[in-house]
């Protein structure tokens, strides 16, 4: 019995489409590493190219450095480039790894609309 032709299916690239230069990522990381506040991050920002911070994120939630670099660079790019450059599934993990947290009124809110119940140090 004959068919027809077999059919190709293409599916779309969801990961990444550009990796980091490790000649600029390494300089990066060991600059960040002195980076204590979200202020002396920001300055540190400026200074680098835009295609490198997602890796950076990405290289530096892998390793041991301060959270408040990582927090400050995901808000830096944003949910939608992180997704462009990192990959939808890259993206979301260190989103929900460095999420946003409030504390309102004896609860801490998430961002990512997770509750938990949170005591009050009341002195």
């Known amino acids: 019995m004959m068919h027809g032709p077999q059919r190709i299916h293409y599916q779309p690239r969801s990961g990444a489409s550009y990796e980091a230069p490790l000649d600029l990522l ?45 927090k400050t660079i995901i808000k830096y790019c944003g949910p939608a480039y992180l997704d462009r ?14 999420a946003d947290r409030e504390v309102i009124s004896g609860w801490e809110v998430c961002s990512l609309t997770k509750i938990t119940e949170m005591p009050i140090n009341k002195g």
């Open 26 to 70: 390494v300089p990066a990381l060991m600059r960040m590493r002195n980076c204590k506040d979200s202020l002396q991050m920001l300055v540190l920002l400026d200074t680098l190219p835009e295609m490198l911070l997602p890796a950076l994120a990405q290289a530096a939630s892998q390793k041991n450095y301060p959270a408040v670099a990582v």
């Open 85 to 98: 450059t990192l990959g939808k599934e890259r993206a979301r993990s260190l989103r929900a790894r460095y």
